[in-house]
């Protein structure tokens, strides 16, 4: 499977509330193409909706931590 339906489809699982289903595709993209940030982020979201904070923060410090001074505050304004 290629990382970008791998994410395409953990964010239609996460938009049918289907959260386990959804952090396991977008850890499968994660796997398959470690550098996509964007994928950090969703994972984190992802997470945060499951109930799970723990995960989320991690996923959402490994993306800020890896954007630098490009993190979008928005974004990350948003997930607190």
């Given amino acids: 499977q290629r990382p970008r339906s791998a994410s395409d489809l953990g964010l239609v699982y ?3 509330k289907r959260y386990e289903d959804a952090a396991a ?3 499968k993209a994660h796997t398959l193409d470690p ?5 950090l982020f969703n994972l984190g979201m992802t997470y945060l909706s499951a109930g799970n904070p723990m995960k989320s923060l991690e996923n959402l ?4 931590n890896r954007r ?3 993190a979008d505050p928005v974004r990350v ?3 607190q």
């Fill in 14 to 16: 996460q938009e049918q």
């Fill in 61 to 64: 410090r490994a993306y800020v």
């Fill in 68 to 70: 630098g001074a490009d």
């Fill in 35 to 39: 550098g996509n940030v964007t994928v």
């Fill in 25 to 27: 595709q977008l850890e």
């Fill in 77 to 79: 304004q948003t997930a």
